[in-house]
């Protein structure tokens, strides 16, 4: 074992056993002085991300999600070597070099808007800190099914100027192998499979929503935008 992996293993092995009073500082130790994520995933949220960062654990990769970029800002890992998080974009449109390899993850846009809208992610009082942080760098116009569209479509091309590829979260669930080409990994596809078939019978951050549908949704340039966007990453919402 290289002195790298021996420094991360008993940086495992501490934030496990430790007390609390020598875990934050420790804590904070990691965040100033480890790793930047070598690479990350991006999408709009509610598109897999959990999912994602599971999957890739379960294959021997290191992923953490929402551990390097959160709402508070930017910070370093020993225990990780890539990140699946939306809240990266902001972070990586100022600062190209935190990480080496960006990918991104697109989910349909019903299925997407359908989560937003069920936990209210647009709503204007939402005081969570991460409806908090979208609102940083995203503007509303008040009407939350309106807010769902854009943010579906403008995130997502955000996500799309800064990654080198891109790929459909349904078709992760069902062949994990373009996902793994791309990182360059020795990954255990066994694992990696048997956990796609574990999850069909379990639900990764799943929350009650309403279902949303095309005709849900209001009319508008805002929604023709969402409908091109969707046809050209593959998608027929129509």
Known sequence: MNSKNMFT???????????????KPLKLLESRFGYKPSFVILSTGRAG??????????AGVRCSHETFFSPNGFHRSWRYNGDSSWLAVPYLESNPDLT?????????PLDVISSLYGI???????????????????????????????????????CEALASCSYLFENLLS???????????????????KYLKK???????????????????????????????ARRYGYSLN
Not at 9 to 22: D, N, V
Not at 49 to 58: G, K
Not at 141 to 151: H, P, Q
């Open 175 to 193: 062949d994990c192998s373009f996902i793994f080409s791309e990182l360059g990994k020795n990954l255990d596809y066994d694992k990696a499979n």
């Open 49 to 58: 991300s959990t999912f994602t960062a599971e999957l890739l654990r379960q």
């Open 9 to 23: 293993s008993g940086t495992l092995i501490a934030q496990k056993y430790l007390s609390p009073r020598i875990k």
């Open 120 to 158: 209210g992610f647009f709503d204007v009082d939402n005081s969570n800190v991460f409806a908090r942080f979208s609102r940083d760098h995203f503007s509303l116009s008040g009407d939350e099914l309106i807010d769902c569209m854009r943010w579906w479509t403008q995130w997502n091309l955000r």
């Open 100 to 108: 080496e390899k960006v990918i991104h993850q697109i989910r349909n």
């Open 199 to 229: 999850i069909k019978r379990k639900k990764i951050n799943s929350r009650l929503r309403r279902e949303i549908v095309l005709s849900d949704l209001p009319s508008g340039e805002d929604k023709q935008k969402m409908i091109n966007t």
